[in-house]
């Protein structure tokens, strides 16, 4: 899916009407793979994929505070709904501890005085990486499970991701 609407957003920008910054904005808001918005943001120069990473690493660091509040209200949830779980102790809150190493790594990236070249290797590791991740899921995909099983779920992502990019596209022509 998101390979498709990174491709289908690169196509569109032209139509759109939408300047580097506004295009960068988009992919970055709308695409929900890092790499999917870095594709995206580069296939258009500088700008956009500044643009781009900015938005996208905004919501990635956004995903650690909804994270904690949707665990800790479905907690909540599950509790009310069952009075057998009011005799059990309460429940652990799960914590996505992956979004702990990246904001510590934003951290680092900002106060830490790193040298260009000692950015540069790190910034082109990580594209490695990133490649190496997405070349992995893609190899795993069983796309005759996802025909069987997954139509109403495919359904259900492609309106979810067109009524994000409409929206992403309204908010960067308002704010952009």
């Known amino acids: 899916m998101g390979t498709m609407f990174t491709l289908l957003e690169s196509m569109l920008k032209p139509l759109r009407g939408l300047t580097d910054t506004q295009y960068g904005v988009v992919a970055?808001?709308?695409?929900?793979?890092?790499?999917?918005a870095v594709a995206a943001g580069s296939a258009f120069g500088e700008i956009s994929l500044d643009s781009s990473l900015i938005m996208k690493l905004s919501r990635v660091l956004l995903l650690a505070p909804v994270a904690l509040i949707v665990g800790y209200w479905y907690q909540k949830r599950l509790v009310t709904e069952s009075e057998a779980e009011h005799t059990k102790a309460p429940k652990k809150l799960p914590i996505p501890w992956f979004l702990g190493g990246f904001i510590l790594t934003s951290i680092i990236?900002?106060?830490?005085?790193?040298s260009a070249q000692t950015?540069?290797?790190?910034v082109q590791a990580a594209y490695v990486f990133l490649g190496m991740a997405m070349a992995a899921l893609g190899i795993s995909v069983n796309f005759k499970v996802i025909f069987k099983r997954g139509g109403a779920v495919f359904g259900a992502a492609a309106i979810s991701s067109t009524c994000l990019l409409v929206f992403m596209i309204i908010m960067s022509k308002i704010f952009f």
């Open 28 to 36: 970055g808001g709308s695409l929900h793979e890092i790499a999917h």
């Open 119 to 122: 950015l540069d290797l790190l």
């Open 109 to 114: 990236g900002t106060f830490l005085p790193l």
